[in-house]
């Protein structure tokens, strides 16, 4: 039996400051839904809930197990409507910007962790849910740990969906194909791209109109030309610049791919699951995500024919057992919610019974929550028990650039990445807009 419980080297790398209580896990095989007593407190009366979210792909396991479990709410509490808002993460993102500065934050929305969600909460628009968790044994289906980048002053106020490393997917069928083998080097990446496209493969696929996917794999190359995680922190603490020789090493060896031809023509009018449906049909060879991908990939047409492998070094340089951490995008509470008891006695009720039905939608690979189940007897995949094995492996790593940095810093990282899509610039050039753009915004 493997069970996705991360107690190991992952786990401890994703611990900021303490861990949670360990309780009785959510069982994936019990078909029971799961009542709580928040629920039964609450007074019939009418109302509407608003549920922004970033699960808008039909064909994406957690768009389907949501739907699900709001039929099932509403069916058994006929007093209460939940409206969907779904959209893609880039989209999301700007409108709850939007609906923020009018104070117009729906009754749930989605979060990010650490530095991206920070400004919500020193402006008191999202809830404290410490009571929530106190209730109904939820606290302690969390890995542990993980409630940590969501908390802050003691109170947590956002419930993560994901908790995920960055892997590079590949379509086993194609590389036969070209006659290619999995790359151990970066080097040895550029010439399986370039063999690829002589071949007439499209050797990557990416969706880059969603900014953050370019950063993501960015980050990944920094975290290797950097020979180890830190590097942002370091320029937090004024220990580096991004002037420094490892971001500039970075910037090449992304150009380097970038000119190679290894992302499909116009990648940056792409969003996220445009990108995505790339490898998902079979149209790319490779695809570089966070593991959440796995469940679309199970149910997609190139499922059986994909494996995975760790992102290689840079010219010698970094570990491949170092990886991007990510922590995954939270739900998180309106504080002036006109129903807040309705809505956190809906949202209590969906978390404890995420996990069972992620599990059953083949969706459990990468979630936040411990999830005990026979993952291979159950019908999951080769390339799932793969990475279920490397999360074992997990030996630290780094959070993205937008969890880490402040949003104008991150915003203007964001914009110069995406650039080099369409432009080649000099690095020395790429660094000096991030160094300018960090001061600019820690004065």
Request: hydrophobic letters at 35%.
């Given at each position: 039996?493997?069970s996705?419980?991360?107690?190991?080297?992952?786990?401890?790398?994703?611990?900021?400051?303490?861990?949670?209580?360990?309780?009785?896990?959510?069982?994936?095989?019990?078909?029971?839904?799961?009542?709580?007593?928040?629920?039964?407190?609450?007074?019939?009366?009418?109302?509407?809930?608003?549920?922004?979210?970033?699960?808008?792909?039909?064909?994406?396991?957690?768009?389907?197990?949501m739907?699900k479990?709001?039929?099932?709410?509403?069916?058994?509490?006929?007093?209460?409507?939940?409206?969907?808002?779904?959209?893609?993460?880039?989209?999301?993102k700007?409108?709850?910007?939007?609906?923020?500065?009018?104070?117009?934050?729906p009754?749930i929305?989605?979060?990010?962790?650490?530095?991206?969600?920070?400004?919500?909460?020193?402006?008191?628009?999202?809830?404290?849910?410490?009571d929530?968790?106190?209730e109904?044994?939820?606290?302690?289906?969390f890995?542990?740990?993980?409630?940590?980048?969501?908390?802050?002053?003691?109170?947590?106020?956002a419930?993560p969906?994901?908790?995920?490393?960055?892997?590079?997917?590949?379509?086993?069928?194609?590389?036969?194909?070209?006659?290619?083998?999995?790359?151990?080097?970066?080097?040895?990446?550029?010439?399986?791209?370039?063999t690829?496209?002589?071949?007439?493969?499209?050797?990557?696929?990416?969706?880059?109109k969603?900014?953050?996917?370019?950063?993501?794999?960015?980050?990944n190359?920094?975290?290797?030309?950097?020979g180890?995680p830190?590097?942002l922190?370091?320029?937090?603490?004024?220990?580096?610049?991004?002037?420094?020789?490892?971001?500039?090493?970075?910037?090449?060896?992304?150009?380097n791919?970038?000119?190679?031809?290894?992302?499909?023509?116009?990648a940056?009018?792409?969003?996220?699951?445009?990108?995505?449906?790339?490898?998902?049909?079979?149209?790319?060879?490779?695809?570089y995500?966070?593991?959440?991908?796995t469940g679309?990939?199970?149910?997609?047409?190139v499922?059986?024919?994909?494996?995975?492998?760790?992102f290689p070094?840079i010219?010698?340089?970094?570990?491949p057992?170092?990886?991007?951490?990510?922590?995954?995008?939270?739900?998180?509470?309106?504080?002036?919610s006109?129903?807040?008891?309705?809505?956190?006695?809906?949202?209590?009720?969906?978390?404890?019974?995420?996990?069972?039905e992620?599990f059953?939608a083949?969706?459990?690979?990468?979630i936040?929550?411990?999830?005990?189940?026979?993952?291979?007897?159950?019908?999951y995949?080769?390339?799932?028990?793969?990475?279920?094995?490397?999360f074992?492996e997990?030996?630290?790593?780094d959070?993205?650039?937008?969890?880490?940095m402040?949003?104008?810093t991150?915003?203007?990282?964001?914009?110069?990445?995406?650039?080099l899509f369409?432009?080649?610039?000099?690095?020395?050039?790429?660094?000096?807009e991030?160094?300018?753009a960090?001061?600019?915004?820690?004065?």
């Open positions: 039996m493997m996705l419980v991360l107690t190991g080297s992952l786990a401890l790398s994703l611990t900021a400051c303490g861990s949670s209580t360990k309780s009785e896990t959510t069982s994936p095989t019990d078909s029971t839904t799961t009542n709580t007593t928040t629920t039964e407190t609450v007074k019939e009366k009418d109302v509407t809930i608003t549920f922004q979210n970033i699960f808008p792909d039909p064909t994406d396991p957690k768009n389907k197990l739907n479990l709001v039929k099932q709410y509403e069916a058994d509490h006929p007093n209460v409507k939940i409206e969907l808002d779904s959209l893609n993460t880039d989209q999301q700007l409108k709850l910007k939007t609906q923020a500065a009018s104070k117009e934050v009754d929305t989605i979060v990010n962790p650490a530095a991206q969600m920070k400004p919500f909460v020193e402006a008191k628009l999202l809830a404290p849910l410490n929530m968790l106190d109904n044994g939820l606290k302690g289906t890995q542990d740990g993980l409630l940590d980048w969501y908390s802050f002053d003691g109170s947590t106020y419930l969906d994901g908790n995920n490393i960055g892997v590079v997917y590949y379509n086993k069928e194609l590389f036969e194909k070209a006659g290619v083998k999995v790359p151990t080097t970066f080097e040895e990446m550029l010439t399986v791209v370039k690829l496209k002589s071949k007439g493969i499209q050797p990557m696929g990416i969706g880059e969603d900014t953050w996917t370019g950063s993501f794999l960015f980050m190359m920094l975290l290797r030309t950097n180890g830190g590097f922190q370091d320029v937090v603490e004024k220990k580096k610049t991004f002037e420094d020789p490892a971001f500039k090493e970075a910037v090449t060896a992304f150009e791919l970038v000119q190679a031809g290894a992302f499909q023509e116009g940056t009018s792409f969003d996220y699951n445009a990108g995505e449906n790339l490898f998902k049909t079979g149209k790319v060879a490779m695809y995500m966070g593991t959440w991908a679309g990939i199970e149910t997609s047409s499922n059986g024919k994909v494996g995975v492998f760790k070094t010219n010698g340089k970094g570990n057992d170092e990886f991007m951490l990510a922590p995954g995008s939270a739900f998180a509470i309106s504080a002036d006109e129903h807040l008891p309705e809505t956190k006695a809906f949202l209590n009720w969906f978390m404890l019974n995420f996990p069972k992620a059953a083949k969706g459990a690979v990468g936040g929550q411990k999830v005990e189940g026979d993952f291979k007897a159950a019908g995949s080769d390339t799932a028990m793969e990475i279920l094995g490397l074992k997990v030996k630290g790593g959070l993205s650039f937008d969890n880490t402040n949003p104008g991150a915003q203007a990282h964001l914009t110069s990445i995406q650039n369409a432009q080649q610039k000099n690095p020395d050039e790429v660094a000096k991030h160094q300018a960090f001061e600019a915004n820690n004065k």
